[in-house]
């Protein structure tokens, strides 16, 4: 699997520097980092058929290169629960994207699977100008955000070395599960460090990669917004 991600290649020849979150996510699939199960859609009849495949509830977001914050845009609508409100979310997400930037160009409408809510966690990667990348991991929401409770490594990174990521963090207790708060899958977020290290290992281009956030669960997890940034 050391074979360049045709993605990365493909935006970089084109000049572009934020994947999209439908290419991110692809690039994280091959790398055996779970994501939410998601479709393109192209026009509202093919979001209903997507969402009645994947299952409701939905979430339906904006695709576009020109849109990078996409709740900025009111772009992200949570819990869509049948075809009607997926219509009706399709043409809200559209017309609040034209209002907000009008010149955006639109890829499309990004349907998946609403992740259920859990123990949040973020994953991320930056390249530092001597180190090279280097990869951080923190709870997510105010633990990364107002307590600034994270933990850096230089990729790449061993299976002890993710180990220590984890449970170095304050916060930590909160993943071996608090009162009503059930155990999350702890060797899930190891395998998850570790395949991040090797794709920004692989992929030197990769300026800043934010898988942000995870949702860890007793038994797996999903990643609900991926973000990579190249050089
Ligand atoms: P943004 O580009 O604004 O960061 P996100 O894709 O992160 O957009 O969506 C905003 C928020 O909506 C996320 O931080 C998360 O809390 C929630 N969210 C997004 N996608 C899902 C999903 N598939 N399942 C559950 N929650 C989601
Ligand atoms: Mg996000």
Do not use: W
């Not at 207790?173 to 460090?193: F, M, Q, S, V």
């Amino acid at each position: 699997m050391s074979k360049k991600s045709s993605i990365i290649l493909e935006a970089s020849k084109e000049g572009r520097k934020h994947l999209l979150e439908t290419e991110a996510k692809t690039v994280c699939m091959k790398y055996g980092i779970p994501v939410t199960e998601f479709e393109l859609a192209k026009d509202r009849v093919e979001a209903v058929e997507f969402a009645e495949k994947i299952g409701y509830p939905v979430v339906l977001k904006i695709v576009s290169s020109d849109v990078i914050h996409k709740s900025d845009v009111n772009g992200v609508i949570l819990n869509i629960k049948d075809a009607g409100e997926v219509q009706k979310a399709y043409d809200q997400i559209i017309d609040s994207v034209k209002k907000h930037k009008p010149d955006a160009k639109i890829v499309g409408i990004l349907v998946q699977e609403m992740a259920p809510t859990s123990t949040e966690v973020i994953v991320g990667a930056t390249k530092d100008p001597q180190f090279g990348p280097t990869l951080m991991f923190g709870l997510g929401g105010i633990f990364v955000e107002i307590l600034k409770d994270v933990t850096f490594r230089i990729a790449p990174i061993t299976e002890d070395e993710a180990r220590e990521m984890i449970t170095e963090v304050k916060a930590y207790p909160l993943l071996k599960g608090y009162r009503n708060r059930p155990p999350a899958d702890i060797e899930t977020i190891i395998k998850i460090l570790l395949n991040t290290s090797r794709l920004v290992m692989e992929h030197q281009e990769i300026k800043e990669l934010d898988l942000n956030p995870i949702m860890v669960y007793e038994k797996g997890a999903k990643t609900v917004d991926a973000r990579i940034i190249l050089e």
